[in-house]
């Protein structure tokens, strides 16, 4: 009977793949995180809300390394990725999309996503310039690549298209498209659904599921669209005023007497 109860168990990894360990971040005066911790199990998505200024967007640059804690560490896969600089923590597996899309907007769409591969090569200048034979392998490789993330993102209409004249919500699957090229382990989304029509939301809610399913890529969502958050993520976090105020499922965190009290007292509500 015990056994039984057990294999029904779900499935937890002993080590998260991300952990957050106290991290506080200070601006001059101000506290923007206050001692945070938490974990991202391995092929969760994990949402991230708050009400405004409750430092979700500083704690996604934590997480980008574009912000230094001053206090508390980061760990993916157990290591500490607070050493590593912003630009290299691709090459450990952690992608990001921004909030305003951050594209090339003279490159076409397909150039955009051949930037995103960059993570994963491993020529250089004078192997490149010469043509080698490995770079001309790994050129098909990244060909290849790239057409089947265009194909997965429905993007192969527009892979030619110059990034700048197209819709906000094209363009904002460029950038996913970009992340994903990297093949993260982690990817992390900035307010995806930010200037979304209702029905892009939908279908954007399908398409971050399906990547998780289909690609093991474990997501972390900072979003303000709870509809979203609440349809999507396996576990949440939310934040108040730099703290964690409460963690666990959509349903839990929804009905968590301090977020409702939170979201009443701000202008999300
Ligand atoms: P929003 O939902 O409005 O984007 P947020 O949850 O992302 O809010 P943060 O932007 O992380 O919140 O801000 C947390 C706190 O830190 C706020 O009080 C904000 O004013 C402050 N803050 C954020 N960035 C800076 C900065 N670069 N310099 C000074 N204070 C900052």
Not at 60 to 74: A, E, H
Not at 183 to 205: M, Q, R, S, T
Not at 213 to 239: C, Q
């Amino acid at each position: 009977m015990m056994q039984a109860q057990l294999a029904q168990a779900p499935a937890m990894s002993a080590t998260p793949l991300l952990a957050v360990r106290d991290v506080s971040v200070v601006f001059g005066g101000i506290i923007a995180l206050n001692g945070v911790s938490f974990d991202m199990q391995k092929g969760h998505i994990l949402g991230l809300i708050g009400p405004n200024g409750a430092g979700k967007t500083t704690l996604f640059n934590c997480l980008s390394r574009l912000y230094q804690p001053s206090k508390g560490d980061i760990l993916l896969e157990g290591e500490s990725i607070l050493k590593r600089p912003a630009h290299k923590i691709s090459e450990i597996g952690i992608g990001r999309t921004f909030q305003n899309v951050a594209l090339f907007p003279n490159l076409t769409v397909r150039d955009n996503v051949r930037v995103g591969t960059h993570a994963r090569t491993n020529s250089d200048i004078i192997s490149d310039s010469l043509k080698l034979p490995w770079v001309r392998r790994g050129e098909a490789d990244i060909n290849r690549r790239v057409d089947d993330i265009l194909t997965y993102l429905d993007l192969h209409s527009v892979a030619d298209t110059v990034v700048a004249g197209l819709p906000f919500g094209t363009q904002k699957r460029v950038e996913l498209a970009r992340a994903l090229a990297a093949e993260p382990k982690i990817l992390l989304l900035d307010e995806p659904a930010g200037g979304l029509n209702h029905e892009e939301v939908y279908i954007l809610g399908d398409l971050i599921r399906r990547i998780r399913d289909d690609r093991g890529v474990t997501v972390l969502l900072v979003e303000h669209h709870m509809g979203l958050v609440m349809s999507i993520a396996d576990h949440v976090v939310a934040l108040n005023f730099g703290k964690k105020l409460a963690e666990g499922t959509p349903t839990q965190v929804q009905n968590d007497p301090e977020v409702i009290k939170a979201y009443l007292g701000s202008k999300d509500s």
